[in-house]
């Protein structure tokens, strides 16, 4: 090939051979595996731990704004009815369900895994830092952040024995002796998130296998644990009708006791229900005093007395003579302090026309002008105001309707009506207008309203929390610092330093105390029980340094032995 040939081949080749280089050193992407590695320790670091905390809190707010269909449907219901563009858009959002949402669960599923992966790893860590031993002396111990050296026949094994009864973890060598303590820094902090973690589990296995139910019982009734006994029932998903605890009880007699003179009258005192408690369908009766505050228990099954009223009864004869209604009504109060009460009666069976009567109960009645009013919320002189009503009640309607209020929309008044009608004594009976019929006030009972629970995750949830703060109080008060004494022809040097942020000023009253000690100025055996190391009592663990290179040794000439804070990763 002629010259010029070559020349116009090199200059062909040579885009060529720039075009190779530069594929050469392009970067390599991550790849699969890498971009997994990156998203592992990123979720897994603490730095995101904090934040899914701060999410998992911040997500918990609109749970307390908005009513929740799980603990109160009523109230959504009319959310939906005031105010009906704003609650679709909230309800696209599952804030009306915000504990049982996706991007709720989402929350905590990836806490949960973040703490999980932050933690067993750091765990398995300590457990190796635990089990080394303190590594061996610096050459120069007085350029340690703390040093001293003195002149005395101390020896090496006294040196020793002098530390481990201050705790410390001891290690001896050629003219040295090297000691630590404070592991249960990291131990604290380690349960602290172990605790963390146990505590998302129990409120997550309580979300899954627990429930909890609300029921109004009144005097002279009884409950059994079934879901179709409830008035209001809130299952887990992972709840069957088979799960209920078989209990059953008889409200016997409920007593509710009052300060009856003086600034404080009609203040309560006590409240007191009296069961009898079946355990399951063969077990033998027992005789039960509920409490507030101290819940009937049945295998885990707690029944918590949350409320009462009173339960006037009454007997509504129809138009045509048969007797249409006979019992007790549960009434709301309206007054805390007097208990006068709003009563709603409805007779769906009354002939020739539907009844229907709104009542005022007065626990004790006094005249006041031409109105009745209560004074105490004893029933002292009890009587009901009665205002009737006829027509269709609408309960064929298919829409339901809440047995505390009456709808008036087809019914008529029977007779005049009357804002303060003449209360009705225990046995009197009003006639009603137009033929339909009467009513009598038949007598007083109270009524109990009821919360049943049941929550596996109730009691490691609390020891988790006691947990946690023990951890807690571990990880701040603790400190972690290493020691080492060398014994050179009559000269003993002392040298330590704090392997912990801040806890400098500490050390030197500690490392102070500690000289005296060793110079035999003062007693060598004061004891400094704040923080024994994990899994060691101050026992000898060996008479050898760490080997060059291993885990934990110090070369001989390094100014600081090689444990400046944050040198390792468990120190983090």
Known sequence: MSAPDDLASAVREKPVDEA??????????????????????????????????????????????????SVDPGRVAQYFKDNPTQAKWLDRFWLFDVFSSPWFAAIYLLLFISLAGCVFPRALTHIKEIRRRPPAAPRNLLRLPHSEAFEGGLTLEQAAAALRRRRFRVVTGDGWVAAEKGYLRETGNLLFHVALLVLLFAVGAGGLFGYRGNVLVVEGDGFSNAVAAYDRFMPGSRVTAESLEPFSFTLKDFQASYVAAGEKQGQPLDYLAKLTVQDSPTAAPREVDLKVNDPLDVNGTLTYLIGHG?????????????????????????????????????????????????????????????????????????????????????LKSGQPQSVY?????????????????????????????????????????EWISLQITYDPGREPALLAAAAAVIGLVLSLTVRRRRLWVRVKDGTVTVGGLTRTEGGGAAFAEEFAQIVTALRGDAPADEPDGRDAPAGDQGGDRGGEPDEPGSAGHVAPDAPTGNAAPGTRPDEE
Not at 337 to 351: F, H, L, N, R
Not at 420 to 436: C, I, M, R, S
Request: charged residues 15%; aromatic residues 10%.
């Open 310 to 394: 009173y339960a006037p009864t009454f007997r509504v004869t129809d138009g045509k003579g048969q007797v249409a209604y006979d019992g007790p009504v549960p009434c709301l109060a309206d007054d805390q302090a007097t208990y006068t009460s709003e009563c709603v009666i409805k007779v769906p069976d009354a002939q020739p026309t539907q009844l229907g009567f709104l009542a005022r109960f007065l626990p004790t009645t006094v005249p006041n002008g031409d109105a009745w009013v209560s004074v105490f919320p004893g029933a002292a002189n009890p009587t009901v105001q009665v205002f009737p009503f006829a027509g269709d009640l609408g």
């Open 405 to 445: 209020q009456l709808d008036t929309t087809n019914l008529k008044p029977l007779g005049k009506m009357s804002a303060q009608p003449t209360p009705l004594n225990v046995g009197e009976t009003k006639e009603l207008a137009d033929g339909a019929g009467k009513i009598q006030f038949t007598g007083v009972k």
């Open 20 to 69: 190779q280089a530069q594929e050469r050193t392009k970067p390599v992407g991550l790849g699969p595996i890498g971009w997994t590695r990156w998203a592992w320790r990123t979720l897994t670091s603490m730095r995101t731990a904090l934040i899914l905390l701060f999410l998992f809190a911040l997500g918990s707010v609109p749970g307390s704004i908005y009513p929740q269909r």
